[in-house]
């Protein structure tokens, strides 16, 4: 039975359209500035996400280059966020709206070139890109959320919004896999905020669901204080399993994408996924530790993951 806050969702994102297979032509056309701006788009994803660009890998070269893409505009216009000054922000955001709904990229700028020219070649929704650069934008308004439903929508438009856009780049069979994106999403913004507690805490800003830490005892000051309590290990606890329960329900969408971009999306999901365990072995402790996943615990496992894939397990 889907929750008010799935069907909520849902809604957001709408009807997709099934893509074609694969796009319309090759990337590496003699587009010298066009093939720079992929390579570009590629350098800032290894640099911000090794495990992103560990999962990318496994597409194939004309699907790799287009979410490198992806992820790039997905990190610029979350870094706008950051900037200083409030009017450069709104002027940055503003920008990025032109460019997600021009048909050209402007001059000189090899981030919104390679963006652009995906999106026009894998068929993707301006609409998806436009909600999450007003899920981004909502960080310059909102600093808490009251319950996990208000969560849920934030997490749709700096997330799931990611992974709709992805679905149409990986190719997928029908629109059945729509929530599946969805709840996925979801899941690796909730493991976001899991892990960068302790960071948004020092940028002012709290994501967990008020309501959820007054369940369990959390007072402001404490949670300020960075106390790892028997509570915040019971509340991190609930929080961890209803992660864990996202990704288990988001499964199933993974054999609804095309074969080829399969092992990419279930190894993304995977490496989040890791995170969660990592964050118990620190003993819940995400005010002054940031949990990763190193490499070769990200070896290990990739193996027993294509099995699972290849065989639909």
């Known amino acids: 039975m889907q929750l008010h806050w799935e069907h909520r969702l849902k809604a957001l994102a709408g009807e997709s359209v099934h893509p074609a297979a694969e796009p319309t032509s090759p990337y590496w056309v003699p587009d010298l500035r066009l093939a720079g701006a992929y ?33 790039a505009f997905c990190r610029t216009v979350d870094d706008i966020v950051d900037a200083p000054s409030g009017a450069a ?19 000189g700028n090899p981030i919104a070139a390679a963006w652009t020219d995906a999106m026009r070649r894998y068929h993707i929704p301006r609409r998806y890109a436009l909600q999450l650069i007003e899920g981004v934008a909502r960080d310059l308004m909102e600093a808490r959320y009251e319950t996990f439903d208000d969560l849920s929508t934030y997490c749709y438009g700096v997330a799931s919004t990611v992974g709709l856009m992805a679905m149409h780049v990986v190719g997928f069979r029908s629109n059945d896999a729509v929530p599946y994106a969805i709840k996925l999403g979801v899941a690796l913004q909730m493991t976001n905020i899991l892990r960068d507690v302790g960071e948004d805490l020092r940028s002012g ?12 005892g959390i ?16 509340f991190m606890r609930f929080q961890i399993d209803r992660a864990r329960r996202l990704y288990a329900e988001a499964w199933p969408g993974i054999r609804l994408l095309h074969p080829d971009g399969q092992m990419a999306i279930a190894a993304a999901a995977a ?11 620190n003993d819940y402790d995400v005010f002054t530790r940031r949990a990763s996943v190193g490499a070769f615990e990200k070896m290990v496992l990739l193996p027993p993951l294509f099995v699972r894939v290849r065989f639909g397990l």
């Open 39 to 71: 390579e570009h788009s590629a350098a800032i994803t290894e640099r911000h996400s090794r495990s992103f660009y560990l999962a990318s890998s496994l597409l194939p070269g004309s699907k790799r280059h287009a979410i490198r893409a992806l992820y």
């Open 89 to 107: 922000r709104e002027a940055s955001l503003e920008e990025w709206r032109h460019i997600s709904q021009a048909a050209l990229a402007p001059d």
């Open 205 to 216: 800003r709290v994501y967990l669901p008020q309501s959820e830490l007054r369940v369990y």
């Open 219 to 234: 007072r402001p000051e404490e949670l300020a204080a960075g106390r790892v309590t028997e509570r915040w290990r019971d």
């Open 271 to 281: 490496l989040y996924r890791r995170i969660l365990a990592v964050i118990e072995r």
